[in-house]
């Protein structure tokens, strides 16, 4: 594949809120509920015009006299282009490293042929734009065919109706032509409606696996699965909980512990009166049944007796044994308030193959005849789209204790998640740090790689503000938001590897009262459990003032990302990317 281009861009997309992630979640956690909003700008490569600042009819900027925007507030300054050589061909690594919206992506002018999807190779497919969800990860080549010049990059909002002010903004700048930012509202691109309900399903159907036989898992495509679960995501109150307004997953809502799953796992595991897995029994968790304790006509608003009492809250978890080949049927269903939503789901530790997609309610019967099981995509990441149902087939091969959640945070804080504990009686001892919440969780003392170079960073993650004295910091004009950044920076630093480096990173958290963790978004982390980086699942979290270093074999080529792994403060900008070539490799998803 990299003889295809020339060089590659990553295209980072955020949608970016003025409070900050702790202020977000307050209302989330209080009855009555305080929903989030929409973001107020969207964010290219760390830039965009909040409108606020900016005149949305023209794109000049506000004249303001309270402080609230940067003096130069310029679209020169807050846009982040492109640049190419006419007549090459780029790939763009388009990462949506969003909290709630899922988007459109398209460029003026530029077909976009999708190459990779989360590390996986597809076969190429053109488009005119593309539908990225929260968490997911494409790559597309794009061709500088057209008249030298600037062309318009946009991202318009789908599956949620936030009207026109969250549109990202970019632009392809042909090297030479000095033409500068184009004009304002003139040559845009064109985006579906944000309710279009064929755009996402449209692309999943395109997405196809180029080349099975490197994966090592495709054999579960010719198997037959020894675990179906069915699980439903619905809201519900708790009533044990002051009446909150909760996600839940067949009806089990998800509070997080004080002590990491992993080691209450490993310890229940290894008592000398422990059954054998997985009859052990882990204090403290809740099991979420396989299937639905209520079925309904999910593309319906749920029943009452259904939506207004919460069967139990806790750690909720799913067992599974190494060598288990799992059918995940996950239903979408309305919300409390009668409306359809989108959910992007992650799942930590594995990739999944995406074997099956269908409106309505999943019925066995039928539905499992169009299962496609020749080329399916495999990836780590899936739009549950609204009114829809997405059937997933993957090896519990890692043994750990591995997340699984909607990615868009105040869904995963309100509940929607659950955790599989993959054979944990086949685990090596919890380090020091991740059995006691009061201590540095990782230490410094790692031993030097064997094979392939070390990739080493220290990173000093600090609270960031932007007052009118120090302007630059702002990715959107506003000034007088709070962030958390590593080295100054949103995105944070990039990641870039070889497939068999390994890559240290040593975490210095700065901030004076916030703990947190780092999680690399789509590396499977095989038998590296401890460094997955999921607070309160495989570690403590890194305290205020605190230092923790990850390691990890760079085993997972292709474009991903790294981001906190707390509460919400990851869209505080503690986020960047992650690239893991193989340049050996004539597969590769560089």
Request: proline share 7%; with cysteine; aromatic share 8%.
């Amino acid at each position: 594949l990299e003889e295809k281009y020339v060089e590659d861009h990553v295209v980072f997309l955020q949608d970016w809120y003025h409070k900050t992630g702790q202020e977000r979640r307050t209302g989330l956690d209080t009855n009555p509920f305080i929903w989030i909003g929409n973001g107020q700008t969207y964010l290219m490569n760390g830039k965009g015009r909040f409108g606020g600042c900016f005149n949305q009819s023209n794109g000049n900027p506000i004249i303001d006299e309270s402080d609230m925007c940067d003096d130069a507030c310029t679209a020169e300054n807050y846009m982040a282009p492109i640049d190419v050589v006419a007549n090459s061909t780029y790939r763009l690594r388009i990462i949506n490293a969003g909290e709630l919206v899922g988007v459109n992506f398209a460029i003026a002018g530029h077909k976009l042929t999708v190459v990779e999807a989360e590390g996986s190779l597809v076969e190429p497919f053109e488009v005119d734009n593309l539908d990225i969800m929260p968490a997911q990860r494409y790559s597309v080549l794009i061709t500088a065919n057209q008249d030298p010049g600037s062309y318009h990059i946009t991202t318009s909002v789908m599956y949620r109706n936030v009207g026109p002010h969250l549109i990202g903004n970019s632009y392809l700048n042909y090297i030479g032509s000095d033409a500068g930012p184009p004009k304002y509202g003139v040559g845009l691109p064109a985006h579906p409606v944000w309710n279009d309900p064929e755009s996402g399903p449209g692309l999943d159907a395109k997405l196809k696996s180029a080349d099975l036989s490197t994966n090592s898992d495709a054999d579960i495509l010719k198997e037959n699965p020894n675990r179906e679960l069915i699980i439903v995501g619905t809201q519900a109150r708790n009533p044990d909980r002051n009446n909150l307004l909760r996600w839940a997953l067949n009806n089990m809502t998800q509070e997080f512990p004080a002590e990491p799953v992993i080691v209450t796992a490993y310890d229940a595991v290894n008592a000398e009166s422990a059954l054998d897995w997985p009859e052990t029994v882990i204090p403290g968790t809740i099991t979420v049944p396989d299937k639905p304790p209520t079925t309904w006509n999910y593309t319906e608003k749920i029943q009452e007796y259904v939506g207004d009492k919460l069967e139990m809250g806790g750690p909720t978890i799913i067992k599974l044994t190494k060598g288990d080949v799992v059918d995940l049927v996950l239903q979408n269903a309305l919300a409390l308030n009668g409306v359809a939503e989108m959910h992007s789901w992650h799942l930590h530790g594995h990739s999944f193959y995406v074997i099956g997609e269908g409106y309505g309610i999943f019925d066995p019967e039928t539905d499992k005849k169009t299962f496609n099981l020749d080329n399916p995509v495999r990836r780590d990441t899936i739009a549950l789209w609204p009114k829809r149902w997405a059937v997933l087939r993957f090896k519990a091969d890692n043994p750990g204790v591995w997340a699984f959640h909607c990615t868009q945070n105040s869904h995963g804080v309100m509940g929607m998640g659950l955790n599989f504990v993959v054979s944990p009686d086949m685990l090596s001892l919890p380090p020091a740090g991740v059995r006691s919440c009061t201590a540095t969780a990782l230490n410094d003392l790692f031993q030097e790689p064997k094979d392939g170079k070390l990739v080493s960073y220290t990173w000093n993650l600090r609270p960031r503000r932007t007052p009118t004295s120090d302007p630059g910091l702002s990715p959107d004009c506003f000034l007088g938001r709070t962030m958390l950044l590593v080295e100054d920076s949103n995105p944070g630093p990039e990641i870039r590897a070889e497939v068999g480096d390994t890559v240290r990173i040593r975490l210095i958290n700065h901030h004076p009262s916030e703990a947190t963790s780092l999680h690399f978004h789509g590396l499977r982390q095989l038998n590296n459990v401890y460094n997955d980086g999921s607070s309160t699942a495989t570690q403590c979290p890194v305290g205020p003032m605190q230092t923790q270093v990850y390691e990890f074999k760079a085993m997972d080529a292709g474009t991903h990302y790294w981001h906190g792994h707390l509460s919400m403060n990851r869209n505080d900008g503690f986020q960047g990317p992650l690239v893991i070539t193989n340049l050996s490799d004539s597969n590769e998803v560089a």
